[in-house]
């Protein structure tokens, strides 16, 4: 069966999702630290603390699966044809080149 679609380009773009991802690290890690700071507040009710419980596992499970459903794209791309348009690119640019 001939895939009409461009694998490359589907990777191309996962890779710049993943760059993004990445960006997105630092900043999450920091609002986990601060979740935890605020959680250390005196005399903060138990409701708040269940709350800020709760944002920290969010950002946790957020972070996991963002990478995770970009793992599953890679995963399911169609690798043989994938590779034939690697290789049909690389060609294509040694004979530019020639």
């Known amino acids: ?7 490359l380009a589907v990777s191309d773009f996962a890779d710049h999702i993943d760059a993004e991802i990445e ?3 630092p900043p999450l890690e920091a ?5 935890i700071d605020a959680r250390q507040l005196p005399n903060l009710p138990g409701y708040m603390d269940q709350q800020l419980h709760q944002l920290y596992d969010d950002l946790n499970a957020t972070l ?11 995963e399911v791309l169609p690798q043989a044809d994938l590779n034939k348009e690697k290789h049909r690119l690389a060609l294509n640019r040694r004979l530019e080149e020639a």
């Open 1 to 7: 069966m001939t895939v009409r679609w461009s694998p």
């Open 23 to 25: 960006r997105l690290i």
């Open 31 to 35: 609002a986990k630290t601060l979740t």
């Open 64 to 74: 996991a699966r963002l990478t995770w459903k970009l793992r599953r794209v890679r």
